[in-house]
């Protein structure tokens, strides 16, 4: 008997493991539940999950181990496997409604954040423009190059804003994005030092997993 209750809870527990990891928007949830979208590098788009770049030997894109790293009982986390030569400024849009739905219903800003990396990061950042009005939490990893170039110029970022880059990577400081983002909430800076240059977020690594997690446990109340 201790052998099938044991065998139950490992079942119960893996359901509502699955039901953490979403690839959209659930059809029911309450105004109490919070939610934090990522969105991956390019280098995901398409049909592999784990794709490998070999030319600046950065390595394996582990999506589904940095969704597994990423998943919290406290929140929802939908990360959608993003289709090849998606336009950022489309995908970005239809985001920015998703979340606006979930706000009309209920969901207060403050327990969304949007989480993104290099061409993820740049979707993060055109989201958190789109609801400037809104002001979700937001998490910019090692991609505010786009962000801060002299073509998108008017876009700016809201709400409360963390930003962390490696510093042997060509993507550098968000503080320039800081400086033209006028209504900001708060703004946090991470500089982690790995060596491992943009290969650094290609996986669950600690160096700005840890720094992720504790900022997501202060600004949505995690407990």
């Known amino acids: 008997m201790k ?6 809870s490992l079942m119960v527990s893996a359901s509502l493991m699955a039901k ?14 919070k939610f934090v979208f990522y969105s991956h590098g390019y ?35 939908i990360a959608t496997h993003r289709k090849k030569n998606t336009d950022p400024f489309v995908y ?3 985001l920015s409604e998703n979340i606006r739905t979930l706000v009309k219903h209920g969901v207060k800003p403050s327990h969304i954040t949007v989480v993104g990396f290099s061409r993820g990061a740049f979707i993060t950042g055109l989201t958190s423009n789109y609801l400037a009005d809104v002001g979700v939490n937001t998490v910019l990893l090692a991609g505010c190059g786009r962000l801060i170039s002299s073509k998108h110029a008017n876009i700016q970022v809201y709400g409360h804003v963390l930003s962390i880059y490696e510093k042997s990577d060509g993507a550098k400081s968000c503080v320039k994005l800081k400086a033209k983002s006028m209504s900001l909430t708060s703004f946090e800076e991470v500089g982690i030092n790995t060596g491992l240059s943009h290969g650094a977020f290609y996986r669950p690594n600690d160096a700005w997993l840890i720094p992720v997690k504790n900022w997501l446990n202060v600004k949505m109340n995690l407990g």
């Open 43 to 77: 280098i995901v788009e398409g049909d592999n999950p784990r794709p490998v770049e070999t030319k600046h030997r950065w390595g394996l894109y582990d999506f589904p181990n940095i969704k597994k790293a990423l998943a919290n009982p406290s929140y929802t986390l």
């Open 3 to 8: 052998r099938i209750a044991c065998i139950l």
């Open 92 to 94: 970005a849009k239809a």
């Open 20 to 33: 953490e990891v979403l690839s959209h928007i659930p059809e029911n949830y309450s105004a109490a539940d």
